[in-house]
């Protein structure tokens, strides 16, 4: 099976940087994309930022331009750098992967416990 385990959530004043980093272990056959997902009380869970295994990104509008995020294919890692941290970026951010656990399989979901994040003013 396969588990992420998410890290470098925190408490930061606005305009300051976080960098969360997933770490996926287990027997992973193929991934075909990782990326971070959050959801703030009182809103639904949106995208926030993936990348599939081709290196394509893709981001929410609302961090365009302030968040990036990396992958090591040879490790199965996915990192999300913040910064000009605001808070409406205040929420628990979850790790996600699409993948495979064997050639005859198809792809599964799967996701981190989540990490928070709180941007104060």
């Known amino acids: 099976q396969v588990q992420l385990v998410e890290s470098g959530g925190g408490s930061v004043q606005a305009g300051g940087s976080l960098r969360l980093s997933c770490a996926a272990s287990?027997?992973?056959?193929?991934?075909?994309?990782m990326g971070w997902y959050r959801q703030a009380p009182g809103k639904q869970r949106e995208l926030v930022a993936t990348?599939?295994?081709?290196?394509?990104?893709n981001y929410a509008d609302s961090v365009k331009g302030r968040f990036t995020i990396s992958k090591d294919n040879a490790k199965n890692t996915v990192t999300l750098q913040m910064n000009s941290l605001k808070p409406g970026d205040t929420a628990v951010y979850y790790c996600?992967?699409?993948?495979?656990?064997?050639?005859?399989?198809?792809?599964?979901?799967?996701w981190g416990q989540g990490t928070q994040v709180s941007v104060s003013s």
């Open positions: 287990g027997s992973i056959f193929s991934v075909n994309a």
């Open positions: 990348i599939n295994s081709g290196g394509n990104t």
């Open positions: 996600h992967l699409n993948g495979r656990l064997s050639s005859l399989g198809y792809g599964r979901e799967y």
